[in-house]
């Protein structure tokens, strides 16, 4: 896809071919044949060497260039632009082709091209919707508004296709970012449970949050879960005295480590064992 935003694809369907012989005159024609370069350097602000670049491919009906259309998608090389008649017997008229084209490719600037007053604003309104991507092109043309119309969307669909890949990027990064951060949280989360020590998590006032496998069995519990749904009953006060994390509570909030504490734990039947606790503040964004 970035290659193409270098150089633009150019679409004309129209079932007169003196249409697209005239606008490819109109879009190919080198400034010292029409005379224009003041007009284009104001309109531009460069010259014509340094424009866009049109690769104009022909469709004469509407299924025609949707068929093109969804071969230039396959291809990963779109169309920025499609000028396209309004009336093109005995198939579909512009307005069906425009929305057809969408359907496959919303991305895609279409011009309207019209002599007649087939569709007003508000008819087309109803058929395609309130889109940015559409112009409307009265007959005869006039060559500044064709060459005009043309610059401006190509470098709108390039605006937009750069926006689109950045936005893809972020998405990726973001995609691989939390990759890592899973991986890394189910590494993590494997040492928890895994560890042969007891590991526990607490609140500041002492609710257990979570615990690992190796802590509740030494203490008489089956599962982490079991002990944890004992503590959460408050009946009684079971593995940690409410007393010991308060007092951890006091001195993390001044050095966020406590090492080697000798603390009495109980266990489920109710006896008590010393074990040796080394404590390690986690705190929140705020520094809570």
Request: some cysteine.
């Amino acid at each position: 896809m970035t290659d193409c935003l270098n150089r633009y694809r150019l679409l004309i369907i129209d079932d007169n071919e003196s249409i697209h012989d005239d606008l490819r005159k109109i879009l190919t024609q080198r400034k010292e044949d029409d005379g224009l370069d003041d007009d284009e350097a104001v309109l531009f602000g460069k010259t014509e060497e340094d424009g866009a670049a049109f690769e104009i491919e022909s469709a004469f009906q509407g299924q025609e260039g949707l068929d093109r259309v969804r071969q230039a998608l396959s291809e990963g090389d779109p169309y920025a632009l499609a000028f396209v008649d309004v009336r093109m017997p005995p198939g579909w008229d512009g307005i069906e082709t425009i929305r057809h084209l969408w359907q496959v490719d919303p991305e895609l600037q279409a011009v309207i091209c019209t002599a007649h007053s087939d569709y007003n604003w508000n008819a087309i309104s109803r058929h395609l919707g309130i889109s940015h991507n559409l112009v409307i092109l009265k007959k005869p043309f006039d060559n500044i508004e064709v060459k005009q119309l043309a610059h401006a969307l190509a470098a709108k669909w390039t605006a937009m296709n750069l926006a689109r890949l950045k936005v893809e990027d972020l998405d990726r990064q973001v995609e691989e970012r939390t990759a890592d951060l899973r991986r890394t949280e189910e590494k993590y989360r494997a040492i928890f449970e895994d560890a042969v020590i007891g590991i526990f998590q607490a609140s500041p006032d002492g609710k257990l949050l979570h615990i690992n496998r190796a802590f509740a069995t030494m203490h008489g519990y089956e599962t982490p879960e079991e002990l944890l749904a004992v503590a959460a009953d408050g009946e009684r006060e079971v593995l940690l005295n409410s007393s010991c994390v308060r007092n951890w509570t006091q001195v993390l909030k001044k050095q966020d480590v406590v090492r080697g504490a000798e603390v009495e734990t109980i266990c489920r039947d109710g006896s008590k064992k010393w074990v040796t606790v080394n404590i390690r503040a986690a705190r929140n964004h705020d520094g809570s």
